[in-house]
């Protein structure tokens, strides 16, 4: 047996870095990010994908944040969990006091790191499904759902073509008429739970650890 990594996609190259090459790794899925907008549909995604993971993995590495619906999930499901301890990704990658500081500087803030900004805008048409929508211009919605946000903060997190993304989230910047700014990140937080979910891993002999 070994550990299986269910994560969001939003932060699916982070995570990648963070696990990337470990042997113990049986299992790898990552979910769609707009399952965030219906918390509740989140949760039950989740709960649904932990009751039906292959016999060969013992524990799993949650890449979730408590994203509204998902605190306490751990101690509700059979097969033993770790997740990231903090409200979402955002707070992942920033720490949850980095977190709060910016979404008080100068307005609302569109947080967009790195493994999000990959996409760039067409990837913002089809989280939102503005893409489903006929009659108008997907940049017609995109700018009234963005009405009262004042900055676009891009989040480097050091992942490969980062400065491809950073153009993606200058495109994003200007389409919807924000102010672009940016920040570095980092995976600590990421680490850390990784690293708690090999100590609980080799506490339950879960794949031969040393």
């Avoid at 999930?73 to 980095?98: F, H, K, N, Y």
């Avoid at 995109?142 to 950073?166: H, N, P, Q, W």
Wanted: proline residues 4%.
């Amino acid at each position: 047996m070994g550990i299986g990594i269910l994560g969001c996609d939003a932060i699916r190259n982070e995570l990648e870095i963070v696990t990337a090459g470990d042997p113990e790794v049986v299992y790898r899925e990552y979910l769609e990010f707009g399952l965030h907008l219906e918390p509740d549909r989140l949760r039950e995604v989740i709960l649904e994908k932990l009751g039906s993971l292959p016999d060969e993995v013992g524990i799993v590495f949650l890449g979730y944040g408590h994203c509204q619906a998902l605190k306490g999930l751990p101690e509700q499901v059979a097969i033993p969990v770790v997740m990231l301890e903090c409200e979402d990704c955002i707070a992942a990658l920033l720490t949850s006091d980095r977190y709060h500081l910016e979404k008080k500087n100068g307005g609302l803030t569109w947080f967009y790191p790195a493994g999000w900004a990959v996409d760039g805008l067409p990837g913002m048409v089809r989280l939102f499904h503005l893409d489903c929508v006929e009659g108008y211009s997907p940049d017609f919605f995109l700018k009234i759902m963005f009405d009262g946000f004042s900055r676009c903060l891009f989040i480097d997190t050091g992942i490969e073509g980062v400065e491809r993304c950073e153009t993606n989230s200058l495109d994003v910047a200007k389409a919807l008429g924000l102010r672009h700014e940016r920040t570095l990140g980092n995976l600590d937080m990421l680490r850390a739970s990784w690293q708690r979910t090999k100590e609980l891993a080799r506490s339950l002999d879960i794949g031969g650890m040393p």
